[in-house]
């Protein structure tokens, strides 16, 4: 079995487990430049009190995140574990994502370059690549940009575009990612933003070529799966920990 694979575990287990690749998909956003400020934000849901969920501090950056920075937010919004402020912005969205999606685990977000850029397109992705065929007919658009959000009715709303699909497209503002465990959600925002990365170089160079609608659904169900977005992060958890292992701390 791959290193990383998900077995059935205690509760306490579960949550260590949970927070470990957590913090470790913190590093990964540092280390893809995927921080711009104090923006961004990636959730765990916690394994018993399922209507809370651990998210980094707000303020701190991504590439210094061990498990012991992890906050606890709960579904009024109260830190009840850790000793840090929480973004106001990761409570409005992920609170209301993690409510509507109980099968979501983990859910994504920040203002990556080309995700941003794309964004401001207000449109969703095409199916030019083979790794966009991840995201085909699985994806929505968020197209109301109305300032921060920092309203759970507009989290509401939000949770409500994005439906039933692994990602939304936040128009002038990002993407968001969600998964059945952290390293799926998090190989999706990876990828998801360089897919974006190169639509927009394909439109710059010329006039792209979409692949056929029938072939995009044979190849999303080849390289789109739950299990494809954990198997295809595995690399990158090896990779930062043995970098930063550090952040086991």
Known sequence: MPHGAPVEKLPAEERLWR????????RLFGRFGFDEG?????TARDPERLDHFWV???????????????????????VVEGHAPVNRAAF????QVHAARPDVVAAAHSHSVHGKAFSSLRRELRPLTQDACIFFEDH??????????????????????LGPNKAAIL????????????????????????TCQAELLAMAAGDPVSIPDDV???????????????????????????QEPDLLD
């Open 19 to 26: 927070k470990q690749r957590l913090a470790a998909a913190f």
């Open 38 to 42: 104090v923006a961004g934000h990636i």
């Open 56 to 78: 980094n501090p707000f303020g701190r950056s991504f590439k210094q995140i061990s498990v012991s920075d992890l906050i606890l937010v709960n579904h009024d919004g109260a």
């Open 92 to 95: 409005a969205i992920h609170s």
């Open 140 to 161: 929505a658009l968020f197209n109301d940009y109305t300032g921060v959000v920092e309203d759970p009715l507009e989290g509401q709303r939000l949770a409500a575009a």
């Open 171 to 194: 128009a002038n503002h990002g993407l968001l990612t969600v998964g059945h465990t952290v390293d799926e959600a998090l190989f999706w925002f990876v990828t998801m933003e360089r």
């Open 216 to 242: 995009a659904r044979l190849t999303y169900r080849q390289v789109g799966s739950h299990v494809a977005g954990w198997f295809s992060a595995q690399p990158l958890f090896d990779w930062i920990l043995a």
